[in-house]
């Protein structure tokens, strides 16, 4: 008896001091996703280090990486109008912790929050033990090769499970330029100078900006337009005696009223200006890039037909008409050739799928995912009853590229479903799509940016992708700002 009630208190004395002597988890505060704010970069750092400041108490402590970390924790932080929600979740080893979240108002601070989340946490995380080195030696499973692993993969059932392969393009040849101040909506690229320098032309809703990329990123020109006058696309077409022109498609007084420019070196010289006509250079079907434009149609921003034409001096000579599908614009649509040579035209459904017409416009494949997204938007004023109503909201979309080998080019940013209504987005990149016979078939896309993209362009000759982010949004310090990265598509 004596025996067992000494093996008892042995046993006892044994787990108090391992109670008591136990390690507090080390837990590693990962990268805090933001959402809504205008200072993003600076609220990300602030949240992220409070929340390693405010969880480092009792039997919780913070590390430095997530090397050393038995546990991780990851957030998000979203404003939505005069609310924000600080949501959290803790992890180890694939397994969930604990979650919490805090909701709050944008002027009650957002320390009280934090301070807040942190106590939830580590009030969770605190009953999880640390992990600990095993008392005795375990049977070790058997380690697979990875070559094993890699031929099983190859033997799946008639190889049909192929998922989308999630290239990063550019990752090795990849440039990115600091913050640019401003919402920059627009980017057009020219080709190479002699001495190996790129052009580039950017624009905000009221600003032309001329820069040239090569050792530097330079700023060559800026030009401002009047308050009334509207950028809404910029495209660049080479004349081939060395010089571009510019064509700057504006809205003023709901009217497209554009301007033309001749480009020769850092020269910009106007050319036209108050041109009744959308604009747009693009290759139909992978061809030669061409001049094409659009009228604006009565009480529609874009109902008139759509034409091939030239510059003649400051004049537009209108050529061949292009038909379109219904709900398609100038700025909406393409075409690509199948193997066999048959035309089919791509656009935009209303709720941003991606839809193939035959060559008579009859629809015949509808993509199931959505893609576009753009928060640039014309407005029209519309009257209701004889009254003035609310104005009608045209949004602009990504452009539809189509590459010389056929493949279809999209921009693709993701919803945010609180303002999604809004024309609000974020998560951009671009997608390669190919046509297999029956329907576009994902090739690659570039990495999904935290931000949002409101434009890119593709030089095909040297397989250069330029993509636009806004990475800080306008408020009432600030006027936003962002950055362009251009990518080599090897």
Known sequence: MKKIIVLCLTVLTVAHAALVGAAPLKVFVAEITVIGASNRDETQVTIKTLLTSRLNRGTVTTVATAAEADAVVSGSYIAAGKMFSLDAVATAGGRTLTRAFVEGDLDSGLIPAINKLAEKLAGEMGSVPAVAPAVAAMPVAPVIAATEVIVAEKGAPGGEIVPIIEKTKGNLSSWRSQPIAGVLNLVAAGGINVDGSRDVFLAESHRLLHYRHGTAFQLVSEMDLKVYENIISLDVLDSGDGTYELYETVVANEQPASKIWRVTGNTMQLLAENVPYYFRVMALSGSAKKLYVQKSGGDQ????????????????????????????????????????????????????????????????????????????????????GGGAGDPLQVFMNQRILVTPEGNVLVGKNEAFWLLGKKGYYSSGSVYCLSWNGDHLEGKWHTRVADNYMPGYAYDEKARVLLQLEMVARPHVFSRGSSVLTVRKID
């Open 301 to 384: 921003f874009f109902a008139g037909d759509l034409f091939e034409a030239v510059r003649q001096g400051a004049e537009i000579k209108l050529k061949t008409q292009v038909a379109l599908p219904r709900f398609a614009s100038i700025y909406t649509f393409n075409q690509f050739t199948d193997t066999g040579g048959k035309l089919y035209t791509v656009t935009f459904s209303p709720e941003n799928k991606l839809v193939v017409y035959d060559s008579a416009l009859a629809e015949i494949w509808r993509s199931s995912d959505t893609y576009g997204g753009s928060e640039q938007f014309l407005e029209k004023k519309t009257l209701v």
